[in-house]
């Protein structure tokens, strides 16, 4: 697979150590940014990725922050994005079973590489099957449309 990979400063270094473990992996790395360990906006680098994937670049993607929130809410700003913020082996499988995320995030001062390396390999292990979960994805991408319409129906 290809994979679209990004940070901000305060996880440039993990970044780049988490590259050279996917491409161990066997999957090659696209790097969004950012590309030293100065300050940097991260939505910048979010949206970058996300477009990304969207635009079909790269496969999935791989976004670092200080929490790994910030990156999730903008990646998500994203049309068709869906990123899931993950900390455990169960939701970095879960969010590709469960959810067809497309992007992962991580928290650097959450969690460290080793982890980061784990979770890489569990989300990267699993494809999106559907089954009761592709219903559920695809009450989000209508949700998603029918925001575009301007319709607000709730449930």
Sequence with gaps: ??????????AFDA?????????????EVKDYGCYSADD???PGIAFKTAEGVINEEVERGILICGTG?????????????????????????????SNNAQIITFGSKVI?????????K?????????????????QIIDKEQDNDLGS???C
């Design 15 to 27: 970044k780049e150590e988490l590259k050279t473990y996917i491409e161990e992996l066997g999957h």
């Design 122 to 138: 569990e989300y990267l292990s699993h494809t999106f099957q559907g089954g009761n979960s592709g219903r559920k994805v695809q």
């Design 40 to 42: 940097v906006d991260y």
């Design 69 to 97: 929130v910030g990156m999730a809410i903008s990646a998500n700003k994203i049309k068709g994005i869906r990123a899931a913020q993950v900390h455990d082996p169960y939701s970095a499988e879960r969010a590709q079973l």
């Design 112 to 120: 460290g590489v080793e982890v980061m390396k784990l979770l890489t």
């Design 152 to 154: 607000g129906s709730s």
């Design 1 to 10: 697979m290809l994979i679209g990979i990004g940070a901000d400063h305060n």
